[in-house]
């Protein structure tokens, strides 16, 4: 039981470049987030769905966009990097009353 | 708006002895608290929750919701504590907001 995968592991962009983090959780959970993690701020809510079909912003939505593909697969898209999107990046999902989290993407964006 | 505060960023204890977690929340709702755990190396997990009000790996937290605090706790700190805690406010659709994380560090 793989529960939830997060792809690529580790990324380098250019700023201004372009990429998508992938997730994908086989427990069957309606809802899936993406957080991000900063030394010194903890983890901050990007963005969340809470059932397929359904997108809704975070905290810190600005410069991302999602996609909820199915019930499995939540991606998360940077459509312009910039430096302050160097972060680790974390995917979770939950069905009740607590999350369970990928092992995260490291992004560094020179 | 929901806020998670965790005044020390990092613990340094001996094994043997107690550890505390310190933990305070503001938030206008019912309060639903937990606390997560990073090993090095592994992803983030759940340690423990207020509502089940359970005894995790020997930690404990109680709800305190005159002084608002979720403070974890444990008498004798073993080598394996060794992480990092956060602590985390459910503020509905099981949205989180985190504290900024307690890096404990256990001496032998």
Known sequence: NAGVTQTPKFQVLKTGQSMTLQCAQDMNHNSMYWYRQDPGMGLRLIYYSASEGTTDKGEVPNG???SRLNKREFSL????AAPSQTSVYF???SEG???HFGNGT???VT | AQRVTQPEKLLSVFKGAPVELKCNYSYSGS???FWYVQYSRQRLQLLLRHISRESIKGFTADLNKGETSFHLKK???QEEDSAMYYCALDYGNNRLAFGKGNQVV???
């Open chain 1, 97 to 99: 009353t607590y999350l």
């Open chain 1, 77 to 80: 898209r940077l459509e312009s």
């Open chain 2, 75 to 77: 008498p004798f700190a």
């Open chain 1, 64 to 66: 991302y966009n999602v």
């Open chain 2, 106 to 108: 256990v001496i032998p």
């Open chain 1, 106 to 108: 490291r992004l560094t």
């Open chain 1, 91 to 93: 995917c979770a999902s």
């Open chain 2, 31 to 33: 309060p639903e608290l």
